[in-house]
């Protein structure tokens, strides 16, 4: 649920706070080091930035190897984004680097997953998963996961995994 959680609060957070394309590809320790010096010097992340590697949070980089390689994409949640402080405390507010793991073949080769259907409801409206980055972090009041079976069919009659359901704030 905290995965989720975390997955969803950074799609809505997409469109504000990433701070540069992605990088896609082989990483190694210098490359990770350079990206982050890059986005200090533009100032996209403070000095004491969270470092998130497969939705674990890394304390220090140190923890890679200096010839560890492995195939990622690299991306930023910009520094003052306070809906990542549920997720990582109120150090995430210098900014983080997130780094997510790719699967790969032996060869390099990329794994492709299947993702699994989810349906996504703005209130009782349903939404495609596009839409999420149309919503302002702001104005998430709840968001709801459900994956029972039972409590889905309750919901919708469509054949899915899972319904997340996004309620916003009521405007004044």
Do not use: W
């Not at 394309?21 to 210098?30: C, E, G, M, R, Y």
């Not at 992340?45 to 939705?55: C, F, G, K, Q, S």
């Amino acid at each position: 649920m905290r995965i989720l959680t975390f997955l969803l609060l950074s799609i809505l957070c997409i469109s504000k706070n990433y701070a540069q394309k992605p990088i896609n590809s082989t990483i190694t320790k210098a490359d990770l080091v350079n990206f982050i010096e890059q986005a200090k010097e533009e100032g996209k992340v403070n000095e004491d930035l969270i470092i998130v590697l497969d939705e674990q949070r890394l304390i220090d980089i140190d923890s890679i190897k200096a010839n560890e390689k492995f195939f990622a994409e690299i991306s930023i949640i910009r520094k003052g984004n306070k809906e990542m402080n549920q997720v990582y405390g109120d150090k995430a507010e210098n900014g983080i680097i997130m780094i997510q793991s790719t699967p790969r073949t032996p060869e390099g080769d990329r794994i492709e997953i299947d993702e699994q259907k989810v349906i996504y409801l703005l209130g009782k409206k349903e939404i495609e998963k596009n839409d999420l980055q149309k919503i302002h972090p702001d104005k998430v009041e709840k968001i709801e996961v459900i994956k029972n079976r039972d409590k889905i069919a309750k919901i919708t009659d469509k054949e899915c995994d899972g319904v997340v359901i996004i309620n916003l704030k009521k405007q004044e």
